[in-house]
């Protein structure tokens, strides 16, 4: 599985659901992100607007949710990511919330807790996540982004390391998918132990990538990176990418093909990628 997150507020305008960016996503593409809503989300059932909502879509939401149907119609499922760095959840109005998702016809949530406070927030996340999980009707998904480090042991002097254990342990049994925010960590962040640190929670596991400059510290995302991750993953599991819109080389799309040469084959198989030196054909076995 992979996924991207979708910034609304770099979509250009259109007034054609299927000329819109949000439209024209493709497999290998498997879920995609709306980002972001505001956790103190005003949105009322058939309200049909942006307002309140903190999405930044300059398209019409009439044409936003058409543009989810042509999506949907191509097996692409489309969740609604809630929080990020820049909304908090001090607040949660998690049925109004749910009204935005149930008028956009989604396929669930994804809850992006992003404590200011750290580690002393911490007995937080367990219960955001049950407020969400009980509007989660008819199949709909439940999946959280949580810290590179927030499934390893405490440490004193790191404000994250830890932040999601205890939300996890209590309710990480209602996820069903976690996204790793594997990046924003410099080149010492160890990936694949961010990965393993979350094995024992049963929800499949999705491997951030970030394309471009990161938003913290000096790592820079190469397609030989992807593909030591991506041979790492196991079946079932998955990564998505930061973001859409992002700029950087190698590219979203690179990097989507790369790690869908790996995920979409078995183990016996081999996988071809293109080699990130001379773009040509590269055959290695996961």
Known sequence: MI???????????????????????????DVVFLSFVRPDCTY?????T??????????DFQ????????LKSKGIKVMLAVGGATYSFDTFHHKSVAELMYDL?????????EPVNGIADALK??????QAKQYCISGQLLSAAVFANGAMAQKEGDLYRGVNVAGLQSHGHLLDMINIMAYDGGKQLDV??????????????????????????????????????????EDGDGCFVWAYFKQGTPSVEQVVETAAAFLDNHEEEP????????GKGLFITK
Not at 15 to 27: F, P, R, V
Not at 105 to 113: H, R
Request: glycine share 10%.
């Open 3 to 29: 996924g991207v997150y979708f910034e609304s507020w770099a979509c250009t305008w259109t007034d054609k659901a299927e000329e819109s960016a949000l439209a024209q996503i493709e497999t290998p593409i």
């Open 44 to 48: 009322v059932k058939s309200q049909g």
């Open 50 to 59: 942006w307002v309140g909502t903190g999405m930044d879509f300059a398209l």
């Open 63 to 70: 044409v936003v949710r058409k543009a989810i149907q042509i």
């Open 105 to 113: 016809e989604l396929d669930g949530l994804d809850i992006d807790w």
């Open 125 to 130: 996340f367990g219960p955001i996540l049950e």
């Open 192 to 233: 694949i132990a961010s990965y393993l640190s979350f094995h024992q929670y049963k929800a499949k596991k999705m491997v951030g990538f970030q394309v471009g400059k990161q938003g913290w510290g000096d790592a820079l995302l190469t397609l030989d990176d992807v593909v030591q991750v991506c041979s790492m993953i």
């Open 271 to 278: 996988v071809g990628v293109p080699c990130p030196h001379c």
